[in-house]
């Protein structure tokens, strides 16, 4: 199975969130660095792109943000 480089490099992105969760607000910079994601591909990215059907749900899940996961 192909997967394009958008559909990588937004789970990385979303990744990188979910491990960083709670920690301060994380700068696109820092993202892009560490997933090595090209900058403006973050700048372009937005919570709507994320979120949409076309994505499994776990990964839409994370892009909803904490107040729409579900409690154990």
Do not use: C
């Not at 900058?39 to 499994?56: I, K």
């Amino acid at each position: 199975m192909r997967i394009s480089a958008r559909a990588d490099y937004a789970v990385r992105a979303v990744l990188e969130l979910a491990v960083r969760q709670g920690d301060a607000p994380v700068k696109a910079e820092k993202i892009a660095a560490v997933q090595d994601i090209p900058h403006t591909f973050l700048e372009g990215v937005t919570l709507s792109d994320l979120a949409t059907d076309t994505l499994p749900e776990p990964v839409r899940q994370l892009a909803a943000g904490p107040e729409a996961w579900e409690n154990p």
